[in-house]
């Protein structure tokens, strides 16, 4: 009997299949942008500045306000090159595909999906909202929580439009899902949570579990009670990305790590559209690492910036000298119940939120053979080159994908630390 070689098209083709079922954050997100990359006659390069809308404060009256028009952006870069190398002898392609499959490509693949989907998740550190009432460390346990996240997504004027996702841990999952057995009224609802022990649609969101939602951990903080005074804002007026700061333990590295979450008394959250307070202090995100002073003081670098006028406001008011800033919600005297504390980081997001963008790699010539295949709907293409190494009679042979991600609007997320 003649030995029967796999053909290239019949490997990746197996290989894309395993590449789609693995992503969870990622088919969620904005997929939008992969048609700007990579287009004959019109290559925008690695990176595509993509433009936020603009806003206006508009006016009443018979006299034309006119305004200054302001454009941002959010650059989208393909910096992400997962690959997996890996190589078989002559002897190998003599097995049957779900054989090869199984021994060489799915391990291969799953690598390249799980850090896509990873890429995706870790996004959570540009994410500002978080749920209130949740404690980094303390599992959520009840749905208000989420409910709490809903509200945060609607002061800041997320789309309702029946796409908002919420993606959880196994743990959170298992604990709502038997929370909620005798809430649902939709018999279909209950099928799907007994049956297959997943939560479907509750509190405005699509449910899904991933075991990719990242942990993050809580920063140093200090050790609560040593000093008499607070972490406070010690300038008033701070407008941007930075405040100064002071009354934090003295000398402490890491007091507080990039993804943490704080509040400054008297800066209120306002709605983008109407500019005005929601009542709720504006959450931000620490967005390098903090560390304190021999003296105290500190500078924390933050998102969103603050703005305290015009048509991009952030809040109500810029923090007063003294303000006092809490961590998660928690004031300096209880640092001690979420210092260090690993918190895996829920999320609850519109798609607009996020993004996921590919571009199709080129296939080299001169090799053995190499192939491209590719999903119209979710628009993944994996690349698999192979050349032949008549020294080892052996086939060496890389997996590839190109990809980046971006927080387009992270205000339409929110996080639910647990």
């Not at 454009?71 to 090159?81: C, D, G, H, I, K």
């Not at 800066?267 to 931000?284: I, Y």
């Not at 933050?302 to 109500?316: K, L, R």
Request: proline share 6%.
């Amino acid at each position: 009997m003649a030995n029967t070689l796999l053909n290239i098209s019949m490997i990746t083709n197996d290989a894309l299949r395993i590449l789609v079922n693995n992503l969870v954050f990622a088919k969620y997100v904005t997929r939008s942008y992969d048609g700007a990359f990579g287009v004959s006659g019109a290559k925008v390069g690695t990176t595509l500045n993509i433009r936020k809308p603009v806003r206006y404060i508009g006016g009443e009256g018979p006299v034309l306000p006119i305004e200054d028009i302001t454009e941002t952006s959010v650059p989208l870069a393909l910096n992400r090159q997962p690959v997996v190398g890996i190589t078989f002898s002559s002897a190998d392609l003599l097995l049957a595909i779900d054989e090869f499959s199984k021994r060489l490509i799915q391990p291969a693949v799953a690598n390249i999906a799980n850090k896509a989907d990873l890429a995706v998740a870790q996004l959570y550190q540009l994410v500002w909202n978080q749920a209130s009432g949740t404690t980094p460390g303390v599992t959520p346990n009840d749905i208000n929580y989420f409910l709490n996240s809903q509200t945060k997504l609607n002061n800041n004027a997320t789309p309702s439009d029946g796409q908002r996702h919420v993606v959880v841990t196994p743990k959170i999952e298992s604990l709502i899902t038997y929370t909620l057995k005798s809430l649902f009224q939709s018999s279909n609802q209950i099928k799907e949570q007994y049956e297959k022990g997943m939560m479907g649609t509750a509190a405005g969101y699509e449910w899904s579990m991933s075991q990719n939602v990242f942990t993050q951990t809580v920063g140093a903080l200090g050790t609560a009670g040593a000093i008499a005074s607070n972490p406070v804002v010690s300038a008033a007026g701070q407008t941007g990305n930075s405040v100064t700061t002071s009354g934090w333990d003295n000398s402490i590295n890491n007091i507080l790590n990039v993804g943490d979450i704080i509040q400054m008394a008297g800066c209120h959250l306002v709605n983008p559209q109407n500019r005005q307070s929601t009542g709720d202090l504006q959450d931000f995100v620490v967005s390098a690492p903090v560390n304190s002073s021999n003296t105290g003081t500190a500078t924390i670098y933050f998102n969103p910036p603050i703005i305290t006028s015009g048509a991009y406001q952030t809040v109500d008011a810029s923090p007063a000298l003294n303000a006092a800033i809490t961590v998660y919600g928690v004031a300096y005297g209880s640092f001690s119940t979420i210092a260090n504390a690993q918190s895996p980081q829920a999320m609850g997001f519109h798609p607009d939120a996020l993004c996921l963008a590919c571009a199709d790699l080129p296939l080299p010539q001169g090799v053995d053979m190499a192939a491209r295949a590719s999903d119209d709907e979710l628009g993944l293409a994996i690349r698999l080159v192979r050349q032949y190494d008549i020294n080892s009679d052996r086939f060496p042979c890389r997996v590839d994908f190109l990809f980046g991600t971006a927080a387009l609007r992270p205000e339409l997320a929110c996080r639910i630390p647990g």
